[in-house]
């Protein structure tokens, strides 16, 4: 089993990614598209991943994606707000 991370640290990675996918989560929550329940989820979500190295490298190789990595545990929300 893996230990969670620091949640900050997730936070941050989440932003990232959504960035990278062109999602602007802070919109999506103005415009009621995720709760913040499901953005607090997204998080956790992120803190039990097990490909975070991989995560790392691909974000910092680029900072534009055409979606998220198939391991991604946020991969179908990102494609559903990406998809509006």
């Not at 900050?8 to 999506?28: E, G, P, Q, T, Y």
């Not at 975070?52 to 946020?74: F, I, S």
């Amino acid at each position: 089993m893996q230990t969670r991370g620091k949640a900050r640290d997730h936070f941050w990675r989440v932003i990232k990614m959504a960035k990278a996918n062109k999602v602007d989560l802070s919109s999506a929550l103005d415009e009621g598209l995720i709760t913040s329940h499901e953005y607090a989820d997204m998080i956790t979500g992120c803190q039990g991943c097990e490909e975070v190295g991989k995560c790392d490298r691909l974000l910092a190789e680029t900072d534009h994606h055409t979606e998220a990595p198939n391991y991604c545990v946020n991969r179908v929300t990102f494609a559903k707000l990406k998809a509006g």
